[in-house]
């Protein structure tokens, strides 16, 4: 009998586990829309680890899209170069379309 994949946003983040560990331990979690309702994800250091939270209700390609798009933030934010939290503009600075540019390519190949 074949073995079921998993679903995408499961394989999205065991991919990017593998190929783009972070230094900090990362726990990822999904949240219904009516908790996050203006929000599709978010990062946030919780006490020595980060803590990635994605929108729930959407469907798997978007959810691993927004999942890919946190990881590329705790990325950028490992480099010796500080982020301007105060403007959208600021954290999504060059750096970062960089580095989601490069994972959202290998996603695309990852199928
Ligand atoms: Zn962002």
């Given at each position: 009998m074949k073995k079921k994949r998993p679903p995408?946003?499961?394989?999205?983040?065991?991919?990017l586990r593998k190929e783009y560990p972070l230094p900090?331990?990362?726990?990822?979690?999904?949240?219904?829309?009516?908790?996050?309702?203006?929000?599709?994800?978010?990062?946030?250091?919780?006490?020595?680890?980060?803590k990635i939270v994605i929108r729930k209700n959407t469907n798997q390609r978007e959810q691993s899209e927004t999942l890919i798009e946190e990881w590329a933030h705790a990325i950028r934010d490992t480099l010796a170069m500080p982020v301007d939290?105060?403007?959208?503009?600021?954290?999504?600075d060059e750096f970062f379309?960089?580095?989601?540019?490069?994972?959202?390519?290998?996603?695309?190949?990852l199928k």
């Open positions: 995408l946003f499961i394989r999205t983040r065991n991919w900090t331990e990362v726990s990822v979690h999904r949240y219904d829309g009516h908790k996050m309702p203006k929000l599709l994800g978010y990062v946030e250091l919780e006490d020595d680890h980060l939290y105060s403007t959208e503009a600021g954290m999504h379309w960089l580095i989601y540019g490069r994972l959202i390519n290998e996603w695309r190949e």
